[in-house]
């Protein structure tokens, strides 16, 4: 079983940027395929960006793609987001959410392990 503690959230303006990360417990995290989704108030959760347990295989949600990065310290057990260039649009409470596959997984009903989430807000 893997514990999932995501950190970095907070208060940022527009074009601003913000750091999450995500620390996880268990001697196996590098089995592991790890995802970022988000949700927003009224909305569904949604991806943001997904990378395998082999961290050269990443994806991104096209609303996010070149202005947010992920990756990940198999050996620190944490997975980070890196967010540029942040909108208004990016508000919501991030969660860091994990699977035991090799491969990456793009939909939030296939993850097995979620944290409890953290509030960004992105003031115009």
């Known amino acids: 079983q893997v514990q999932l503690v995501e950190s970095g959230g907070g208060l940022v303006q527009a074009g601003g940027s913000l750091r999450l990360s995500c620390a996880a417990s268990g001697r196996t995290f590098s089995s592991y395929a790890m995802g970022w989704f988000r949700q927003a108030p009224g909305k569904e959760r949604e991806l943001v960006a997904a990378i395998s347990w082999n961290p050269g295989n990443t994806f991104y949600a096209d609303s996010v793609k070149g202005r947010f990065t992920i990756s990940r310290d198999n050996a620190k057990n944490t997975v980070h987001l890196q967010m540029n260039s942040l909108k208004p649009e990016d508000t919501a409470v991030y969660y860091c959410?994990?699977?035991?596959?090799?491969?990456?997984?793009?939909?939030?009903?296939?993850?097995?392990?979620w944290g409890k989430g953290t509030l960004v807000t992105v003031s115009s």
């Open positions: 959410a994990a699977r035991l596959t090799s491969f990456v997984v793009l939909d939030p009903y296939g993850m097995d392990y």
